[in-house]
């Protein structure tokens, strides 16, 4: 069992910077595969990123990359996501989520594919 808890959301400028951490509980946190996702107001739940449980394989949504970056440390129980150069679009309620992978490079994209949910950050973009 996996217990995820986001935090470091909030409100910040078009342009701005935030940093999402999301803290797991549990001794097997190395054994996942760490997702982030995101829900905006009246559409579904969307991938954000995604990094392998060995921290060296990274997946991005064309929408942000070169502006976000997703980083874990192991021997913390945490991943991260760098949020920059932010947009009003990015505006949702991000969530983390881990998933069981087999290949230690392996990364999920697909949210039925993961095992465990955290209960969600606001992430809210004024322009």
């Known amino acids: 069992q996996v217990q995820l808890v986001e935090s470091g959301g909030g409100l910040v400028q078009a342009g701005g910077s935030l940093r999402l951490s999301c803290a797991a509980s549990?001794?097997?946190?190395?054994?996942?595969?760490m997702g982030w996702f995101r829900q905006a107001p009246g559409k579904e739940r969307e991938f954000v990123a995604a990094?392998?449980?060995?921290?060296?394989?990274?997946n991005y949504t064309d929408s942000v990359k070169g502006r976000f970056i997703i980083s874990r440390d192991n021997a913390k129980n945490t991943v991260y996501l760098q949020m920059n150069s932010l947009k009003p679009e990015d505006t949702a309620v991000y969530y983390c989520?881990?998933?069981?992978?087999?290949?230690?490079?392996?990364?999920?994209?697909?949210?039925?594919?993961?095992?465990?949910w955290g209960q969600g950050t606001q992430v809210t973009v004024s322009s």
């Open positions: 990094i392998s449980r060995n921290p060296g394989s990274t």
């Open positions: 989520a881990a998933g069981y992978t087999v290949q230690a490079m392996g990364v999920l994209t697909i949210p039925r594919f993961y095992n465990y």
């Open positions: 549990g001794r097997t946190f190395s054994s996942y595969c």
